[in-house]
């Protein structure tokens, strides 16, 4: 998560932030959330091994509806590969 935050941090075209879960937060929404080049990211971070909830997919799956991308990401290169996807 660190690592993937400075690198977007360091782009002159992104504005992100980690989004809190909680009492307050949204259940389902992507870990970091990014604008890029004016479009709308969300990144799901899961560690090698870990999978999303049936509810973070479904979230996904409805952002990517709408226009914006969002991706399950495990490291810096997978953020790198969304981007190009992406442009």
């Given amino acids: 998560m660190k690592s993937i935050l ?3 941090k360091s782009r002159p075209d992104c504005f992100c932030w980690k989004a809190h879960g909680g ?3 949204t ?3 992507p870990d970091i959330i990014a ?3 004016g479009k709308f ?3 799901e971070v899961k560690t090698e091994r870990g999978k999303p909830t049936a509810l973070q ?3 996904i799956r409805k952002i990517n509806a709408v226009g914006g ?3 399950v990401v495990r490291s810096v290169a997978d953020v790198k590969a969304v981007l190009e996807e992406g442009r």
Avoid: D, M, R, S
């Fill in 6 to 8: 400075t690198y977007l």
């Fill in 57 to 59: 997919e479904a979230t």
């Fill in 23 to 25: 009492l307050y937060g």
């Fill in 35 to 37: 604008c890029i080049g």
């Fill in 27 to 29: 259940a389902g929404i």
């Fill in 69 to 71: 991308i969002a991706a």
């Fill in 41 to 43: 990211y969300g990144f």
